[in-house]
DNA sequence: ATTAATGTTCAGAA
DNA sequence: TTTCTGAACATTAA
């Protein structure tokens, strides 16, 4: 499911190929299920974004961004089973989006070819939206959004959590908290760093802020390293269809009952917050521990 | 053959 | 105001 890790893995995947490119047509594909949520509408996308350039690729949050040569910009929301692909699609069924391009300005890779760039949806919960004029900035930025998990100081996080008394683990899957983490790094976050996931934001001590701000940068780029994680019923893929890797390197999350891997001693728990999993150590992650008492 | 579980975001309720 | 719940959806495991 993507998360900051596999979304920026989507970015550095499809830039090479599509960044310099022309658009020569954009559309929802023929598909089996409801189309998948696209604004304004897909006439109006067509309309203003055919024959322009996408100058770069970038990432805000969970998103990908195109940014068009006209000032316009697509952003992809992948949501829980979304993929954006340079190579062919798993199947035509679940294919919700296509981006027909010509050949490569410069000499890139397939530069003499046109090529596509897909977005394949099993689920269909994924967005396409195309914001007008530079206005994306605007749409998904503070305070609509929060902080990037990627540009946060120990500071960030302490103004953050300062600002509610939510569990940790609840407030940091709030993007208007910190963008970018989800459910799964939520839990791999908390225990590097050896906090309880349902300590109050607002109590964590200051030492606490600094290991969770420090944990959060050491395991979203490894993350990346290792191109995301792939799930066993999950279907995230990098933009060649391939599987990641740091599923393997997970050290709480899916885990139940396994030795903790850190103190070699606790066994993996699994409790719901707020209708989610939440998987901690008891051992490594105590109540109170990382908390001010006044 | 139903049912629960999966995780992200938003609208609406508490 | 702040926090939480249910719905959107397809697929798989139980």
Redesign the pocket.
Known sequence: ???LPEVETMVRGIRPFVEGREILSVGRCRCA??PILIEPSAAAITRRAKRCTIDSVRRI??RVVLELSNGDAFAV?P??TGLMLVTDPPDR??LRYEWKLGPAATSRRNSTAGMSLYFWD????GTIRLYRDGSIHQELGPPKLGLDALAVTAADWRAACD?????IK?AM?D?KFIAGI???YASEILHLAGIHPESPARDLTDDAIAKMSAATTRVLETAIKYEGSTLG?GTYRNALNQDGGYQNEHRVY?REGELCPTCNSGLVERF?Q????TFFCPTCQRLGESCRVD
Not at 122 to 125: E, I, N, P, Q, S
Not at 163 to 167: C, D, L
């Open positions: 499911m993507p998360e299920y409801r949050a969970k929301e949501r829980m069924t679940h099993r689920r269909g919960l600002k509610t008394q939510r569990a609840v899957l993007q989800g459910n799964l019923d899916a719901v707020t209708q989610r999993s």
